[in-house]
């Protein structure tokens, strides 16, 4: 007898838990030869905001914990990506692409996320200073996380492209919102799965899938929404980004397209770029008549 | 939007803390008048709640304001105390500048079955009130079934409630739609047969836009028109100002907000 096939529903990821869109709507993803490969939520900008709001709740118990223990928790993310291996595998292999690029394309993305847990707690060393100043104080620059960081997913390589931009982004202590790819969401929703079993607290990633044209602009216009990032956006997107996110002067950063197996597509700078620098100046007495030396 | 703004001045911007201090209800008085000043047209609160002892502060603050100034007392949030040391309080509440007072009911009497004791407490307290009007919490929390609300509502009315409200803030959970909606009944009830108002007021828990509208509705279509107003209804809530301005900007904007952009609560 045939068994009735039985298709994963694939769900948005928002505050820890698989919703369905709040819309009630969805669109059916077509594989080659047009075939249906899965029916996916096309979320609206109520998603948008209810992933916001999750983001925000979340981003102040992930930006104190320790620079230690984010590390762990986004290696452990690595760890879990590796076991699921065959399964990203085979939905990449779903999207188009050929079965050696597929495993190629996992590799490279449980290698970045180990790159980005290591950064965790070391890009701070680097980013932060102490300034020479002319009075008796010591003053001294910190890296803060910049907030809630809404990320559009880019088109090319469907998985490593946005593990490139969201690791970073957890990585400096932001929580992000993160709008999948329309036409590659699988590896989006897979991965919301891989994230939910890693101890990422629930909040700190949320990731919506639907249109670009629905989703992003209620991001951008977004007060609480803190930065964008994007790669490879046209430049009529990418200039309205701009102007929408003027309202709260968000940062808004549309990298360039770029090749996302190169090891010049990571580096310490896609960490900094969503952090804020704090400068303090602490008075401190003078010893010895001398003025300060910092 | 109109709704909004209808919940926004039903709102008695409330701070009862143990940490309250001069400085937080100096603030909150300031919020009470000054919701947002970014947008005009909008309404001020209908009034603010704190503690006796922080009634000479917001009366001075609010010299000659409309937003009124209610004070809990009784012993609130317990009311375990003997019944003198509760007029005292209430008496010190309305020499201090208090156009509201909101009194605690004896709940452990109350399920005791001492039926006659509550409502001589609050018709004592009424009287001690002179001319505030009188709020009576029922902590619907602590009553443990909606059988139990509708006979403390009762009581309190009979005894001279020119409010009945739910809860002090303090117990979960406090005004739900169940609890709200029953002691809406017995409002609508006692003014089917006497033809007189009874105001009410839900605390505690409503910190949405959506939620207040939710019971707006419900007043409407359990009481009717009449009972939309200030002088009848009330939201007592810290946290539901800002919600519901967050959604006045949004609708005027188009844009969702941020906190950071509105007053503290």
Known sequence: MTRLQVLKTYKIFIGGQFPRTESGRYYSLKGKDDFDIANVCLSSRKDARNAVVAARKAFGSWSERSAFNRGQIVYRIAEMLEGRRSQFIEELQLMGLTAANAAKEVDATVDRIVYYAGWCDKYQQIVSSVNPVASSHFNFSVAEPTGVVGIVAPEESPLLGLVSLLIPAIAGGNTVVLVASEKYPLSAVTLAEVIHSSDVPGGVINIITGTADELVSPLVSHLDVNAMTSAGLSKEMASAMQVQAADNVKRVFNYPAMDWSKASSQGLSMIEDLQEIKTTWHPIENIGGATSSY | MQGLKMVLNMIDLTTLEGKDTPGKVKQMCYKAQHLHDAYTGLPTVAAVCVYPSMVGVARKELKGNIVKIASVSTA??????????????????????????????????????????????????????????????????????????????????????????????????????????????????????????????????????????????????????????????????????????????KTETGLYQSPDYFSMD
């Open chain 2, 76 to 249: 609130f949030p317990s009311g375990q105390a003997p019944m003198s040391v509760k007029l005292e309080d209430t008496r010190f509440a309305v020499s201090e500048g208090a156009d509201e007072i909101d009194m605690v009911i004896s709940r452990g009497k109350f399920l005791a079955g001492e039926y006659n004791f509550v409502f001589d407490e609050i018709a004592a307290i009424k009287e001690a009130c002179g001319k505030a009007r009188l709020k009576v919490i029922l902590e619907t929390g602590e009553l443990s079934t909606l059988d139990n609300v509708r006979r403390a509502s009762d009581i309190a009315i009979h005894a001279g409630a020119d409010f009945i409200k739910t809860s002090t803030g303090k117990i979960q959970p406090a005004a739900t739609m169940q609890v709200t909606y029953t002691m809406l009944m017995a409002i609508r009830d006692h003014y089917d047969r006497t033809g007189i108002m009874i105001g009410m007021k839900p605390a505690g828990g409503i910190s949405t836009s959506k939620l207040a509208l939710h019971n707006l509705v419900m007043v409407k279509e359990v009481l009717g028109n009449q009972w939309l107003s200030n002088e009848w209804f009330r939201f007592g809530a810290s946290s539901l100002a800002n919600d519901v301005l967050m959604q006045i900007m």
